[in-house]
């Protein structure tokens, strides 16, 4: 496969199997079998709408890496991979969400045809697509070989963005940037929340000049009023009405890479208890990104946060973050380091996060966040430029 | 929590819980973990995209369902589950993506307090938000209870659909015949795909009258040329080119609920053996929605495509549908039945498919597909009204 397909260069494609080459050394592993579609992609450059069935990275210490999917999904494979086709390859369709074969039958197979019969193999425990059954199958297909937990091993090894992955995340965030414009302008009483829905995603996906925008790894979470004392809800066909807040999280995605950013609009003019949430969460984002610095821990940034809020009477427990980057759904978080009072991850340049520290309170929401980069010297960079407040329309 | 925020009648609700139990009872469970989006939404309402992160249904024999999940998502429970509020229950935040702790300690937990210590529990082992890791703990925890594979006993339940979920399907039906027109009418040369997909996305999301769009389980597929030879690669940035072929791959989607459909659009002028494929194609279909009756097999709707297929010299093998109906990234099909010839689950009136039976060749891609109601004498009925031809944009 030409490599021009992929999206980065091969000497970035180098840098990351060497990395995760040491992580496995470390666990000592011979193999790894990729399920993340996140850590798919970020080691093959695989970009497919098909990890709804089982599909993988066969990673060993040596030669190139091999994709493994569904026959049909090969020559996606082979469009977008950097690989030779010949390692590429495909299952049949008879294996598909089928109750008689299983497709973890034909990676045994070509494990063991790959000389890891007895191997040290690695896999994704904690992961979306991975199943309880496919390990169940996988561990009785190889009972010669010893399966450990890999979960996050790859993931781990994204923390820290190269160069090439900074200007992705850049690109992301003009489109965010965007996108967030576009939903504050047209937030309105009487619009229809899938009317304004549409028009976020519109502007999401037609991008930023040549910069085309892909599909955000979450769909737009936009709820008002009580319902945005809820955190995950999408959206329906009621009007926004005048007297309430609506929260909008909200990501640009470039060639699968996120620069997650919310902000809050309220229609009409806001409770003092409100605006005094508002003006505390702004300190405390200020109170985190100098906290969000080289040598500091995740910890401190949310500790400085929560500093700020407690000095204003307001209790905000829970994770206030997480690294980001490239994603597939659900999640467009990397699931490792957490910006959270209990994660001690040390901060290094080149790490991304989105810095998350929302308020979901007992009859409204207030979500203001930033997508952050740790950086040599100094505290972190917020990669959005759109102004930090809750946006009233009077 | 009052039912006007679920999307059906407590009648259904009611019945869709009393089939499922049914269906414990003759696997001989006392409890079911529901872990499918689907399921859950199916069985209690919920909806919100907190699924990347552990939750699930406890379903008993007796008594409501309890919505399980983190303790943010409980608010969202809240307001879209129908059970009482007592009956939707959160985990902490500690719990979640942590290496210390994990969710299912909690759920373990609770189904204790429930008296599920000793008893013949089902999981769904074959679902992407079931991990091995999830598994692992749930059974270190409860050893004194049995945990059983019961993946797709709930979406077995789902097949034969009520009316007020065909209602459902006949409206997604109407948005998904505005997404395709959109598609049909916008493609030309020059034209970048990613432009393309975010009108067909806004024309979907803003729905048809009061009919609002809700996100499709997957996203539009869209490729042209050499990359329509596979099955699912999303958009780029490319300007469309003629002398190419483009598939589309669409639904629309009212309130969760799909009615997959795809057309071809070729810019320019198709092949002799494009034409001669798609009137091969085209036969096929027709031979498969008069096979497409109740007391017919899944088998013979592929048997009749395949057979029209091989007297036009073209060799079509692997599955060519799937039931669909309430569905949640990332995909829209039931797992359950399937169209192939390897699959003898008898037709009955209600039941949904997608008739999916694509060609992907060496050189390009032929999508032409119906969503199918069974009906109750006579032919399948094809639920969307678009000419089904290859669209030629000359």
Known sequence: MPIEHAPFSQTEYDRRIALTRTAMQKAGLDVLFVTDPSNQAWLTGYDGWSFYVHQGVILGLEGEPVWWGRMMDKFGGQRTCWMADDNVIGYGDHFVQSTTYHPMQDLAEQLRARGFERARIGVEMENYYYSAKAHQVLSSELKDATIHDAT?????????KSDEEIGFIRK????????IETALEKAAPGVRKNDLVADIMHAGITGVGDDWGDYPAIVPLTPSGLDATAAHLTWDGRPMQAGEATFFELSGCYRRYHAPLCRTVFLGKPSDDMRRAEAAQIEGIA???????????????????????AKHGISRQGRMGYPIGLSYPPDWGERTASIRTEDETVLQ????????PA????SWGLETTETILITETGAAEALCNIERKLVVKD
């Open 152 to 160: 996050a091993v790859v993931n781990w090894q994204r923390l820290i």
């Open 172 to 179: 992301a965030a003009r489109i965010s940037e965007k996108v």
């Open 287 to 309: 109170a985190g990104l100098e906290a969000a610095r080289a040598g500091n821990r995740t910890c401190d940034i949310a500790n400085a946060f929560m500093d700020v809020l």
């Open 349 to 356: 340049p080149g790490m991304v996060f989105h810095f998350m």
């Open 359 to 362: 308020l979901w309170m007992d």
